[in-house]
């Protein structure tokens, strides 16, 4: 009902730069939230950031500063600077959605980040 494809992962040097994209597309009537989490080998998943239907924002602690998201629509950015070994992981979109009558959570299939020189 709801097809998050997400798409910017790949490979950066510490203190580099990736931009992840994220869009929703399907029977969509309203997003009501869209978010960014992570999983790093070994560890459970984390949520990294995200973005009301108002536009207000949240970050986990370990990204404040170097990470931003935004919203265009149905698109979710995740601007990531000042990239550091430990943000390597693979990155997930989410968002709540609502489809029919119903607000409907969806994850897109992961991109990968890897972080290294």
């Known amino acids: 009902q709801v097809q998050l494809v997400e798409s910017g992962g790949g490979l950066a040097q510490p203190g580099g730069s990736l931009r992840l994209s994220c869009a929703a597309s399907?029977?969509?009537?309203?997003?009501?939230?869209m978010a960014w989490y992570r999983q790093a080998l070994g560890k459970q998943r984390e949520s990294v950031a995200s973005i009301g239907s108002g536009s207000a924002t949240a970050y986990a602690d370990s990204v404040k500063g170097r990470f931003t998201i935004s919203r265009d629509g149905n698109t979710v950015y995740l601007q990531m600077n000042s990239l550091k070994p430990e943000d390597t992981a693979v990155y997930y979109c989410a968002c709540s959605a609502l489809v029919g009558p119903k607000w409907v959570p969806s994850w897109g299939q992961g991109t990968q980040v890897t972080v290294s020189s």
């Open positions: 399907g029977s969509i009537a309203s997003i009501r939230s």
